[in-house]
């Protein structure tokens, strides 16, 4: 006998949210858990359904539940919902309020467990509104799982969530996946056939990411290809900057990829400018790649590079300390070589996938003992 687990994501769009919850499905003990998707009918997580069903995950769309579709939405959520019987019910939240019509669902169909994985660290300021619904989210939530001790601190000091209601489960990913060799065709269509470094970066176009800020300081990086992976709302910004700012012949706007494993084994530093984040999987997959990284030192990054040791952390919005850590790393191929095994290694030892989903199985346990709901025995 298995428990069904009911995975939700309100999703409008594929990244590390929903990539963080396809490493969970894809590493989860199926002798004990069938795992269920629930989704919203959006054109923009096409990826994350292609691989659930992949990955032989039954997918089920169910209404949105925003504005004036909420009100009908609702008991036909609540329906599906206990067409399921599940155990478990798992929200994954892009942000602090995602999925917060799903939870109270959850718990108005008396699903034993409800458990909330929370990706995103929140920027302040923000409103009184914002408390209000979080206390109320929460009162629907009896486990919330951090994705790193800054998202988990942020919850109980700002939002005054119980510390014994977060448990802190870093994000992982399966970092064999990364350790490609080069190839040189890619290599010279990326540098255009110039010897000059590639440095990568993977990430949503969006404020948040602080592209605008890396694109100031290539200005003062001359020898360079920038490689910017990824699209999102701020694309035709960000390029109409790179023009106006005279580098636009030395960064390359990739789009969204499926290769950034065979991306990462042809640059030489990869950087990540975020102006706030929870922990990314873009800098774990670059460490893993045994590549050197500069980041932000913005929410759970810190937890991930150690600074001088895998990488250098610079502060965000700072174009200037930017470049001039970037250029650190670029003028010195042997430091930059000691970061990258440094990272991997690290990366190998406090960041396993099957860690991660080995301890998330373990909590389902463990909360459905205190129900007195038998967890199944392998």
């Known amino acids: 006998m298995t428990h069904t687990v009911v995975h939700y994501v309100d999703s ?3 990244g590390g949210n929903e990539q963080a919850l396809l490493h969970l499905l894809a590493h989860s003990d199926r002798g004990r858990w069938r795992p269920v998707l629930f989704h919203h009918p959006e054109p923009g997580i096409a990826p994350l359904l292609e691989e659930a069903h992949r990955l032989n995950v039954r997918t089920r769309e169910v209404p949105r539940l925003q504005g ?3 009100i009908p939405g609702f008991p036909l959520f609540i329906k599906y919902l206990r067409g399921e019987n599940p155990a478990v019910f798992h929200a994954h939240l892009n942000w602090l309020l995602s999925c917060k019509y799903g939870l109270a669902a959850a718990a108005l169909a ?9 990706q995103q660290y929140l920027l302040p300021p ?3 509104s914002i408390f209000l619904q979080q206390r109320l989210a929460s009162s629907f939530v009896d486990q919330y799982i951090a994705v790193s001790h800054a998202v988990a601190r942020q919850l109980s000091l700002d939002f005054r969530v119980p510390p014994k209601k977060v448990r802190v489960i870093h994000n992982s990913i399966p970092s064999g996946k990364y350790d490609r060799p080069v190839n040189p065709e890619l290599k010279a269509a990326l540098n255009q056939g110039k010897l000059w470094p590639i440095v990568l970066t993977v990430a949503r176009l969006d404020d948040q ?4 800020f890396l694109l100031e300081a290539i200005c003062q990086l001359p020898e360079a290809i920038f490689v910017l992976v990824g699209d999102g709302p701020e694309r035709a910004s960000l390029e109409a900057q790179a023009h106006n700012l005279g580098v636009s012949g030395r960064v390359l706007f990739l789009g969204y990829r499926t290769d950034i494993p065979d991306l990462l084994a042809n640059c ?10 929870g922990l990314p999987l873009s800098v774990l997959e ?3 790649a045994g590549k050197a990284v500069v980041a932000t030192a913005v929410g759970g990054t810190p937890e991930a590079v150690v600074d001088s040791e895998t990488g250098y952390l610079v502060p965000p919005g700072d174009p200037a300390t930017l470049a001039i850590a970037i250029r650190s790393i670029l003028s010195d191929p042997v430091l930059a070589g000691k970061m990258g095994v440094a990272g ?5 030892q406090e960041f396993s996938v099957e860690t991660m989903a080995q301890t998330v199985n373990q909590i389902y346990i463990d909360l459905l003992k205190r129900h007195n709901l038998k967890a199944c025995q392998p």
């Open 12 to 14: 409008a769009a594929f």
């Open 68 to 70: 004036m579709g909420t």
């Open 110 to 118: 008396r699903v034993p467990l409800v458990i909330a994985t929370l």
């Open 126 to 128: 923000w409103g009184r």
């Open 209 to 212: 990411k602080g592209h605008k």
């Open 268 to 277: 030489d530093l990869f950087v990540l400018p975020s102006i706030y984040e």
């Open 286 to 288: 670059a460490m893993a």
């Open 344 to 348: 991997q290694a690290r990366v190998r």
